[in-house]
């Protein structure tokens, strides 16, 4: 993913924790110069420190583009920092959780090009998904050019409005802890059926990944997906006929949980 403008101008990367090593792992992987990346993080693991990257030293004057992947707490003390970069031509482009756009235009100037995004955690294994949205300084080459980023640690997709963050972030943000709670529960359920825990487990985890694979490659939908493996009066349908009750199935539970994580976003977003 060699960009001539990044080779040139630069790209810092402030923060540089889980969801910041899997992005630059995947920008050095793809073929971005180690030379032309800055990392700013108080704290860099050691892996960090062995990719020759610049690593807490001065910046260039002019970066391309300034990617903002510190925890929100930190934001406070981290964003003012970089407000000599502010109303010109550098992007900045945020992974954080909860901070709008709006605060970053307070702290860095309304001429700042902006654009958030909200990558979830399967991104350290490149298996993410990312949705993004930019000011109006946002130009479609910005654009472009966080997308090649993020593409680094999987899909991405852009939004139409801002306020429709607070969706993704109850829907694939946070998405992963619900799959993994149900692979917890789907060997919990196993154990009780007599399977030893270890067994339970190895089995609820491959057959959540497994069908999570089958469910991108397929050209059926989910819906056709489940209908395949449904035979009547069988097993499949014994289950699903709990999973699906109209009163306390999947689908009710999931829309709750869903709308919880965004309502939370929303209030986030607000304080």
């Known amino acids: ?9 630069g790209l810092v990367l402030l923060g540089c924790g889980k969801m910041g090593s899997a992005m630059l792992a995947g920008w050095l992987a793809g073929g971005l110069s180690r030379q032309a990346v800055w990392v700013i993080d108080p704290h860099p693991s050691d892996w960090v420190q062995a990719q020759g990257v610049h690593l807490n030293t001065d910046l260039p004057t002019d ?51 902006i ?19 930019g000011n109006d300084r946002a130009t479609d080459a910005d654009l472009d050019m966080a997308d090649g980023l993020l593409r680094a640690v999987g899909q991405t997709v852009r939004l139409e409005s801002e306020a429709q963050m607070d969706a993704v972030t109850g829907v694939s943000g946070s998405g992963p802890a619900y799959v993994f709670h149900m692979i ?60 699906m009750d109209e009163g306390n199935g999947l689908k009710k539970i999931i829309k709750n949980t869903v709308k919880a994580a965004a309502d939370r976003s929303r209030e986030l977003s607000r304080d």
Not at 1 to 9: F, G, H, K, N, V
Not at 82 to 91: E, R, Y
Not at 116 to 131: H, L
């Open 1 to 9: 993913m060699q960009d001539t403008e990044l080779a040139q101008r």
């Open 63 to 113: 970066p391309a583009i300034v990617l903002v992947a510190v925890k929100p707490q930190m934001m406070g003390d981290a964003l003012p920092s970089m407000q000599a970069l502010g109303n010109g031509s550098t992007l900045f482009l945020s992974v954080a959780a909860g901070t709008s756009i709006a605060t970053f235009a307070d702290v860095l100037g309304a001429e700042t090009p």
């Open 115 to 133: 654009i958030r995004a909200m990558p979830n955690t399967p991104a350290a294994v490149g298996q993410g998904i990312t949705a993004l949205i």
């Open 184 to 243: 917890e529960a789907m060997a919990a359920a196993g154990e009780a059926q007599g399977l030893a825990p270890d067994l339970a487990m190895q089995l609820a985890k491959a057959t959540v990944a497994g069908a999570g694979a089958l469910a991108m490659a397929a050209d059926e939908t989910p819906a056709q997906l489940r209908v395949n493996v449904t035979s009547p009066n069988g097993t499949t349908q014994a289950g699903l006929e709990v999973l």
